[in-house]
């Protein structure tokens, strides 16, 4: 089984130094499975590519005590699985934990690169591939191999030669290849135990909690058991960002009191619907749903045919089905409904194909450096006629009884914009991706402050 890595970032032979591989030689490593080769098919300043062979023998799988295989004819040598991820922790174990002795600058930094494997099989096809990937901001190439190219009347195998290009960290590249090449086919050539799990957690903590296709991945890569499964999402639902259930309703009664007086969240719904309403849109996302608040508006208003809730929480979204009471609406009603659990710094093709998205208070729930991957998410992959944002003005916050100077409206907003600030950001966002940007205020505006919230209203130029 062949993986192959390539970067053009310049000067390119760096890789070398981020993989702890000399590109002048070829080097070997033993595993308790048959051999790992490392080399450079081509190395210089503009173009590097690192290949990781594997050499199985199908004699010690069997014959050895590190495998649950009982046949000597099988698939193992030739096609990427659980044996490539054990090779990658192996043989590119410092890259894999981001460290790097001589270029630890590079290694903590995105850079162009590009992963092939030959030959992988795929238990659901390209799609499958396309669903685990893509939401990780790949682009994905997919090609099927034939089952013998001399006899083309035989039909496909079930077997792919994948590509996947990003611009991203090279440990994050290697941890996606850990976890996922093994789910794909859906196997492992070893018996799973608990301390799996703390593998998957330790390789996925920065993506799979709000990747799109997390159960299906936590289930296949435990081979399907289910107390393991149960202990893994369990886990996983307790992210490290994401607050208590009880202390993050305080935190969002503390934000609700301040804002009660001046019936602020009721003049944010009633102008995002309204905005809505006028760009004629039929098919809305509510992304960052929360409990539900805009969804009950939106179902209230038949113009809205289909509707679409989206929230990394899931306790979030359980109290949405409760607010909504989802289980006694009409069919009609419910129809015209669904949640989901997903975050906006993933792409997710579920979000694609609505005429509109509305933002409620939620941009400023992201760490900055995100905010990039965020607006690649919404205005270049989902990128619906219209987008509706609102978030807090910092400027007002001094008119809130109870505040402290410099405090935030509510203990998990990693930032406010001023004014100029929203502008500037609002304004940049839809020159770099075809739209134009209206920006009006919310509730009643003070002189020396402006509205207490402000909204952008996205129009993409056809």
């Known amino acids: 089984m062949l993986l192959t890595v390539t970067t053009t970032h310049r000067p390119a032979t760096d890789l070398g130094y981020l993989l702890h591989k000399n590109p002048a030689r070829a080097q070997e490593v033993e595993l308790a499975f048959g051999r790992a080769h490392v080399f450079y098919p081509e190395a210089d300043e503009e173009r590097c590519t690192a290949a990781l062979l594997l050499e199985v023998d199908p004699v010690e799988l069997v014959r050895g005590r590190a495998t649950r295989l009982s046949q000597y004819v099988n698939d193992r040598p030739y096609v990427a699985s659980s044996f490539l991820s054990v090779a990658i922790s192996r043989v590119f174990g410092t890259a894999l934990g981001g460290r790097s002795k001589e270029r630890q600058a590079l290694a903590e930094i995105p850079i162009p690169l590009r992963a092939r494997l030959a030959v992988v099989a795929a238990r659901g096809g390209e799609p499958l591939l396309r669903r685990l990937f893509e939401p990780l901001g790949y682009e994905v190439g997919v090609r099927r191999h034939p089952l013998d190219e001399v006899f083309p009347e035989w039909g496909e195998s079930r077997y792919y030669d994948l590509t996947l290009e990003a611009v991203t ?8 290849l850990y976890v996922l090449v093994p789910v794909l086919d859906d ?11 703390d593998k998957l957690l330790r390789r996925g903590e920065d993506w799979l909690a ?7 991945i936590v289930r296949r890569y435990l081979r399907h058991q289910r107390a393991l499964t149960r ?22 009664a503390r934000e609700e009191a301040l804002e009660t007086p001046i019936r602020l969240h009721d003049q944010r719904l009633d102008a995002v619907v309204e905005e809505l309403a006028r760009s004629g849109a039929l098919h809305v996302v509510d992304l960052g749903c929360g409990d539900g608040r805009l969804l009950r508006h939106l179902l209230d208003d038949r113009r809205f045919e289909r509707i679409l809730g989206v929230d990394v929480s899931c306790h979030a979204l359980a109290a949405a089905r409760r607010r909504l009471r989802l289980d006694r609406l009409p069919e009609h009603q419910r129809g015209r409904l669904t949640l989901v659990q997903g975050a906006l710094t993933y792409r997710d093709r579920r979000l694609e194909g ?25 205005f270049e992959h989902a990128r619906p006629a219209t987008v509706v944002l609102t978030t807090p003005n910092v400027e007002y916050n001094v008119h809130f009884p109870g505040l402290s100077p410099g405090a935030l409206r509510h203990p998990d907003h990693r930032f406010e914009w001023t004014r100029d600030g929203f502008r500037s950001w609002a304004v940049d966002v839809a020159e770099r991706h075809g739209y134009t940007v209206r920006i009006t205020g919310i509730g009643e505006a003070r002189e020396d402050a402006g509205a207490p919230s402000q909204m952008g209203v996205f129009r993409r130029v056809e």
Request: without cysteine; proline residues 5%.
């Open 169 to 176: 960290r090279l440990a994050d590249l290697l941890a996606h």
């Open 187 to 197: 196997d492992k050539h070893y018996w799973v135990g608990r301390d799996e799990i």
């Open 210 to 216: 709000a990747h799109p296709e997390r159960d299906l």
């Open 231 to 252: 202990e893994a999402l369990a886990r996983l639902s307790d992210d490290e960002d994401a607050l208590p259930d009880d202390e993050a309703a305080a935190d969002a």
């Open 354 to 378: 609505f005429d509109a998205a509305a933002l409620v208070e939620v941009v400023e729930h992201l760490d900055p450096p995100r905010l990039e991957a965020f607006e690649r998410v919404v």
